[in-house]
């Protein structure tokens, strides 16, 4: 069965800090990487997606890829109150054609303390 | 702007009536998904699909239905509802494109059945 497995934490960071979020996937043919964010009772957003081996910034975010290890992770610098949310990792097989269902992680729950 | 969009945003029923819950995007995207999610078990996979005409089960199946007549909706319906499918339910969308594709989700829907 495939799986996409995360911490469910609490991950607690004081403010300004680096927060590192990670996430391991079972199957090798994965092809496609996201992050959400989901603030309580409300929808997932998504902040980044990632593709290919290595790191892919945007702005305080930084998600790495190893496929190799299985391994993609989400670090937020400057880490801010705003970022208290729970960050759900998604990984799509997408090998050939259309295949856009998405594994979903159980989501870790980041608390930042000012 | 184009959006994704669920209506009601919250319904209380009863056990044993029919609803349906609605989802409506304006994207033009061709895939389209229903998620639930509950406490300790993430989002799972209702149906999904891939354009006018297909549907396709997913993991958690079982006393729901869905059909596509167009490209923009893609209603949820319970059959007779029962209290464990009380639940907050999201819908999604996506492009379809290969390798690229990213998923979209609606405000969500809470359902509780007593």
């Known amino acids: 069965q495939k799986e996409v497995e995360q911490n469910s934490g609490p991950l607690s960071v004081p403010e300004g800090a680096i927060a590192s979020l990670n996430c391991t996937y079972s199957?090798?043919?994965?092809?496609?990487f996201f992050w959400y964010r989901q603030y309580s009772g409300k929808s997932p957003e998504l902040i980044m997606s990632?593709?290919?081996?290595g790191d892919k910034e945007d702005g305080r975010f930084t998600a790495q890829l190893n496929k190799a290890s299985q391994y993609v992770s989400l670090l937020i610098r400057d880490s801010q109150p705003s970022d208290s949310a729970t960050y759900l990792c998604?990984?799509?097989?997408?090998?050939?054609?259309?295949?856009?269902?998405?594994?979903f992680g159980q989501g870790t729950t980041l608390q930042v303390k000012p | 702007d184009a959006e994704i969009t669920q209506s009601p945003r919250h319904k209380i029923t009863e056990t044993g009536r029919q609803v349906t819950l609605a989802c409506h995007q304006t994207?033009?995207?061709?895939?389209m998904f229903w998620y639930r999610q509950d406490l300790g078990h993430g989002l799972r996979l209702i149906h999904y699909?891939?354009?006018?005409?297909?549907?396709n089960k997913g993991e958690v199946s079982d006393g729901y239905s869905v059909s596509r007549s167009n490209t923009e909706d893609l209603p949820l319906t319970l059959e007779s509802a029962a209290s464990s499918q009380t639940s907050v339910y999201f819908c999604?969308?996506?492009?379809?494109?290969?390798?690229?594709?990213?998923?979209?989700f609606g405000p969500g829907t809470r359902l509780t059945v007593l």
């Open positions: 199957d090798r043919g994965s092809q496609s």
């Open positions: 994207w033009n995207h061709n895939n």
């Open positions: 990632i593709y290919s081996n």
């Open positions: 999604a969308s996506s492009t379809g494109l290969a390798g690229r594709d990213t998923q979209y």
């Open positions: 699909s891939y354009g006018v005409h297909d549907t």
């Open positions: 998604a990984v799509n097989l997408g090998f050939g054609g259309n295949t856009g269902k998405l594994i």
